[in-house]
């Protein structure tokens, strides 16, 4: 999750985002300006595979791997204790998971700082399902395509694009899968092998999207 909150000692005058797991996993400042428009990232997603994440979950005892499934690497990086395959959280910051606080999983969120000016408009906030599909970048210009006047519709409309785009990416991985074993004159069973692969990579992770207009 993710705290938020404009300072009270001015108009527009502090943002402080204090980031922690994967629910709001990163947050993006929309800034523009008439020479251009900006996409500032203010958090860092914490994945297993940032070198300072990395290094706490191994000096705590844990193992960072990918899902093995019918002796396939599937999936992102993953936290795991050693010697069980719990708590397999792609995440090395949550609250509450104690199994993953006993390998390096921290409750600690990070703090990030940014003075706000009239350039700044909004901060959008989303989830893996959103940047797994779409760059901060891209977000920054969803939100802009808004008509201010349906800005209460803008955390909805950029939910449905990124469903929209999962369901796209899924559709090629099943027609790829199709595809290889069609055309598979010799190896059939080499080629059902990798369709299986592909079509174990089909799936859409959670879709949450908060926007907050600073104008």
């Given at each position: 999750?993710?705290?938020?909150?404009?300072?009270?000692?001015?108009?527009?005058?502090?943002?402080?985002?204090?980031?922690?797991?994967?629910?709001?996993?990163?947050?993006?400042?929309?800034?523009?300006?008439?020479?251009?428009?900006?996409?500032?990232?203010?958090?860092?997603?914490?994945?297993?595979?940032?070198?300072?994440?990395?290094?706490?979950?191994?000096?705590?005892?844990?193992?960072?791997?990918?899902?093995?499934?019918?002796?396939?690497?599937?999936?992102?990086?993953?936290?795991?204790?050693?010697?069980?395959?719990?708590?397999?959280?792609?995440?090395?910051?949550?609250?509450?998971?104690?199994?993953?606080?006993?390998?390096?999983?921290?409750?600690?969120?990070?703090?990030?700082?940014?003075?706000?000016?009239?350039?700044?408009?909004?901060?959008?906030?989303?989830s893996d399902g959103v940047w797994d599909?779409?760059?901060?970048?891209?977000?920054?210009?969803?939100?802009?395509?808004?008509?201010?006047?349906?800005?209460?519709?803008?955390?909805?409309?950029?939910?449905?694009?990124?469903?929209?785009?999962?369901?796209?990416?899924?559709?090629?991985?099943?027609?790829?899968?199709?595809?290889?074993?069609?055309?598979?004159?010799?190896?059939?069973?080499?080629?059902?092998?990798?369709?299986?692969?592909?079509?174990?990579?089909?799936?859409?992770?959670?879709?949450t999207v908060a926007v907050h207009y600073?104008?």
């Amino acid at each position: 999750f993710c705290f938020f909150f404009q300072a009270e000692d001015g108009i527009r005058d502090v943002e402080r985002s204090r980031g922690l797991g994967d629910v709001y996993k990163r947050q993006v400042i929309g800034s523009c300006s008439k020479e251009e428009t900006c996409a500032l990232e203010i958090s860092i997603d914490h994945k297993p595979t940032r070198p300072e994440e990395k290094d706490r979950i191994l000096a705590s005892g844990g193992k960072i791997e990918r899902s093995m499934v019918d002796d396939k690497e599937v999936g992102p990086y993953r936290v795991w204790k050693s010697d069980e395959d719990v708590p397999g959280i792609a995440i090395t910051r949550s609250l509450g998971d104690l199994i993953a606080h006993e390998i390096g999983v921290s409750a600690e969120p990070e703090v990030t700082c940014k003075d706000i000016d009239n350039e700044d408009k909004f901060i959008v906030m989303g989830s893996d399902g959103v940047w797994d599909v779409m760059s901060s970048a891209e977000a920054v210009g969803f939100i802009l395509s808004v008509p201010i006047t349906d800005k209460e519709t803008a955390a909805e409309k950029m939910v449905a694009e990124c469903r929209e785009r999962w369901d796209l990416l899924n559709e090629i991985k099943r027609k790829q899968a199709q595809i290889m074993l069609d055309s598979s004159e010799t190896n059939k069973k080499a080629a059902a092998e990798r369709k299986n692969e592909l079509e174990r990579n089909i799936a859409c992770d959670d879709i949450t999207v908060a926007v907050h207009y600073l104008m």
